[in-house]
């Protein structure tokens, strides 16, 4: 079966940093790209950043652009996104999903990352 | 970058009734790259449609999808009491891949 959980979200103070983590299992994590893909609070979905399975490309949503890190630990079955500069709008449930040919056919249950002082 | 857009934002219907949702993109988008997905509160999103008209495994068939060029939709024959949650279409290709801003399905 296939598992991702989301780990790492918590408060934070505008400007810090933040690490989310998702450990995945019951499937070869290293073949598959991997996405980041976040909700604000009563609001819709927003896709976030991907990485391939090597590690060697990686895109992001403008918003996030020089600010987040998609990363991935293939021996530990794991996706991390570095979050640094943290503003009040990066303030979401936080949703590591497994890509697919077509769509995304697994998600998390996400994590919540609020930025307030 | 393509915004989908989806109608209406709030669809009151009782079980049993036929439920439309319409996605509507800003640009042509290749029917291999709209999908649809559900989402309940406290549960993982899951996929029900790629490809614009295929249905993900284990979904009934009572969900079915269809379109091509800007417009696509949804449709759920005959709605069941757990069919009520929040439902997106997706553009899977190209970065940002963008989601539309989803419509409820609620119980009259």
């Known amino acids: 079966e296939v598992q991702l959980v989301e780990s790492g979200g918590g408060l934070v103070q505008p400007g810090g940093s933040l690490r989310l983590s998702c450990a995945a299992s019951?499937?070869?994590?290293?073949?598959?790209?991997m996405s980041w893909v976040r909700q604000a609070p009563g609001r819709g979905l927003e896709w976030v950043a991907n990485?391939?399975?090597?590690?060697?490309?990686?895109y992001y949503v403008d918003s996030v652009k020089g600010r987040f890190t998609v990363s991935r630990d293939n021996a530990k079955n794991s996706l991390y996104l570095q979050m640094n500069s943290l503003r009040a709008e990066d303030t979401a449930v936080y949703y590591c999903?497994?890509?697919?040919?077509?769509?995304?056919?697994?998600w998390g249950q996400g994590t919540l990352v609020t930025v307030s002082s | 970058e393509i915004v989908l857009t989806q109608s209406p934002g709030t669809l009151s219907l009782s079980p049993g009734e036929r439920a439309t949702l319409s996605c509507r993109a800003s640009?042509?988008?290749?029917?291999?790259?709209l999908a649809w997905y559900q989402q309940k509160p406290g549960q993982a999103l899951r996929l029900l449609i790629y490809g614009a008209s295929s249905r993900a495994t284990g979904i009934p068939d009572r969900f079915s999808g269809s379109g091509s060029g800007t417009d696509f939709t949804l449709t759920i024959s005959r709605l069941e009491p757990e069919d009520f949650a929040v439902y997106y279409c997706q553009h899977y290709g190209s970065s940002p891949r963008t989601f539309g801003q989803g419509t409820k399905v609620e119980i009259k």
């Open positions: 999903a497994r890509d697919g040919t077509y769509s995304y056919p697994y």
């Open positions: 019951g499937f070869t994590f290293s073949s598959y790209w």
């Open positions: 990485i391939k399975q090597d590690g060697s490309e990686k």
């Open positions: 640009q042509s988008v290749s029917s291999s790259y």
